[in-house]
């Protein structure tokens, strides 16, 4: 078993409102190993883009990391932001951006650090690299400065990278590009793939493996193969569920009922109050995520006696 890269342990996040803090992130637990990639999935709000924030240390004003380890060994560690605009400064050339970039992670010159910006937009397969580092982004059509981004991101010289749904905002084309460059960096250079998305196709093809998040928890972790052949949390059946049917004829399913915001988590299991296998016990009682074996977790109380029914 290698290492970890980067391993993450019972993270918090809350939220401040006037001098209280409500708990938003409350369980957020995984480890991930160099050139290894790991998916994070789960619906709008479960907090996935906070807690990669929490984990690279970069949360915005307001929210405050509460708990947890975040152990990287030294090692060096990039995030891509959900919006790709912000990450990029509108009064600074491309390549100037990242060559400070350059600067501020090795000693070099001026000169070295420009060259090296070029030599990272060749890398991220842009064309006419020269050329476009010396454009401004809003001259970037929107696939050329989610290059821009990452690498801006590899000038780093990261051995981890976070990536907080990188493509959503990128035609399907441009999307299969970018996610073909991620993949290969990872191969390529060893590095350690953290990836939020919304699409399951994507987690499919790009992570071996998968941790799905609900209401500030990861409810299940595994193997992504395994996870989506033999999902054992019922959020993640639904979710599953509703993925598969998004493009139906039959026409979408979506999961019923409202996932609980921050401030109103209920008692016991969070998804007892949409899952159509909750009893009382799920009602009330609070169960950690735990693995029976083969690198498997899952947070359901009742996973072995439902999986012994389904099968
Ligand atoms: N800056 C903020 N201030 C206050 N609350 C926030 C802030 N950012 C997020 N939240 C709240 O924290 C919870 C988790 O948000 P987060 O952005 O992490 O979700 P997400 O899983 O990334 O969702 P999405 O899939 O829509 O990107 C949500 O209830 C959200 O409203
Ligand atoms: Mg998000």
Redesign the pocket.
């Known amino acids: 078993m290698t290492a970890a890269a980067l391993e993450v342990a019972g993270l918090r996040v809350a939220?401040r409102n006037g001098s209280a803090l409500t708990p938003?992130v409350t369980d957020f637990s995984f480890s991930v190993a160099p050139g290894e990639s790991l998916g994070l999935v789960?619906e709008?709000?479960?907090?996935?883009?906070?807690?990669l924030r929490a984990v690279a240390g970069v949360l915005?004003p307001?929210?405050a990391k509460t708990g947890g380890d975040v152990v990287t060994g030294g090692a060096r560690m990039a995030m891509i932001f959900?919006e790709p605009l912000t990450a990029l400064n509108p009064t600074r050339r491309v390549g100037d951006a990242i060559a400070d970039v350059v600067q501020a992670t090795r000693r070099c010159s001026r000169r070295d650090a420009r060259a090296a910006a070029v030599a990272l937009l060749t890398e991220v397969g842009m064309t006419d690299p020269a050329r476009r580092a010396r454009m401004w982004p809003h001259e970037l059509s929107g696939g050329l400065r989610q290059r821009a981004v990452i690498a801006m991101a590899l000038a780093h010289e990261p051995s981890i990278l976070l990536c907080d749904?990188p493509t959503t905002a990128l035609d399907v084309t441009v999307q299969d590009q970018v996610l073909g460059l991620l993949d290969r960096l990872r191969q390529e250079r060893n590095v350690a793939l953290v990836f939020v998305t919304?699409d399951l196709a994507v987690v499919a093809t790009l992570c071996q493996r998968v941790a799905v998040?609900y209401a500030g928890q990861i409810v299940e972790t595994g193997p992504t193969r395994d996870v989506l052949r033999e999902p054992r949390h019922p959020y993640t059946r639904a979710l599953l569920e509703s993925s598969r049917t998004r493009t139906s004829p039959a026409g979408a399913r979506p999961i019923g009922g409202q996932p609980p915001?921050?401030g109103s988590f209920p008692d016991g299991c969070r998804f007892a109050p949409r899952c159509p296998h909750a009893n009382e016990v799920c009602r009330t009682m609070t169960y950690d995520l735990a693995g029976v074996n083969d690198q498997r977790a899952d947070a359901c109380v009742r996973t072995l006696e439902l999986t012994a029914v389904n099968s």
């Open positions: 939220v938003t789960g709008s709000g479960s907090g996935k883009s906070l807690s915005p307001g929210v959900q749904e919304h998040m915001t921050p």
